[in-house]
């Protein structure tokens, strides 16, 4: 009876410290869901989202403003200058009188408005440069292409971009550059969040140290996973904007 009962009282011990480990898991494994929901429905929203413009002016903003709370104060106007060619391929439109005296929304608001009026002009430019082929196709073709192919080049990498005929024929070529959004948002997401995955595994496993500090590994856990994914975020975002700001279709 007593080997009975201390048996028992062992099982139940192994099953109790199993169930916290299984709870603590779980607790993890939260944290890396919530972030998991935010990085879908950003997909789902490049995938099917009939605003993707304005998806991408919004994430347009979101650099700029990156940019100068990471610059102001920081950074002399020089160094300001680089980051703004390096990142975004920009010059900067105002002089260092204006970057020394202006607050920073003002300079957010300078730099924004000199990125839209780039990007609408990109958007006119590689509109124009693949109407006539699209318009040619589509006359030519239509019964018998749905879609049509044309690379779009970053500087770096060459997309080819499947676009709807039918659209890009009756917007002038513009369906090409939205289709070209939706791709580079949805290689930068996926890219990104493959690598965030597994800094992810790599911080769990550091954190589990913080216990011999007699700290709570989750609680540093939660807190440097967020600071991962807003660096996440903020890279994607920057290499989107990048991208199509240097994008162009190669003449051969």
């Not at 879908?40 to 994430?59: C, P, Q, S, W």
């Not at 980051?83 to 002089?95: D, I």
């Not at 957010?108 to 430019?125: D, G, M, R, W």
């Not at 856990?221 to 991962?228: N, P």
């Amino acid at each position: 009876s007593m080997i009975s009962k201390s048996i028992e009282r062992a099982q139940q011990k192994v099953e109790e410290n199993f169930f916290g480990i299984r709870k603590r898991l779980l607790e993890y494994d939260d944290v890396m869901n919530s972030q998991r929901e935010v990085v879908y429905t950003k997909r789902r929203h490049a995938l099917f989202g009939e605003r993707i413009g304005i998806d991408f002016v919004n994430m347009m903003y979101d650099v700029c403003v990156s940019i100068v709370s990471n610059a102001y104060g920081n950074l002399s106007f020089e160094e300001f200058k680089f980051e703004l060619l390096r990142v975004l391929s920009l010059e900067c439109p105002f002089n260092e009188q204006d970057y020394l005296r202006l607050p920073q929304e003002e300079i957010t608001e300078k730099i924004y408005s000199a990125l839209l009026e780039i990007y609408n002009n990109k958007v006119q430019a590689i509109a124009k440069q693949a109407n006539p082929i699209v318009q040619k196709v589509f006359a030519e073709q239509s019964a018998t292409y749905k879609n049509i192919i044309v690379p779009i080049s970053d500087g770096r990498r060459v997309f080819q971009i499947i676009t709807n005929l039918e659209k890009a024929a009756k917007t002038d070529g513009r369906e090409l550059v939205r289709s070209f959004l939706k791709a580079i948002i949805l290689v930068s997401i996926d890219e990104a969040w493959k690598e965030h995955l597994r800094e992810l595994d790599d911080l769990k496993q550091s954190v589990q140290n913080a216990s011999y500090e007699q700290k709570d590994p989750l609680l540093i856990y939660k807190f440097e996973s967020f600071d991962l994914f807003q660096a996440m975020l903020e890279k994607v975002n920057k290499e989107v904007v990048s991208s199509v700001l240097k994008a162009h279709i190669p003449l051969s």
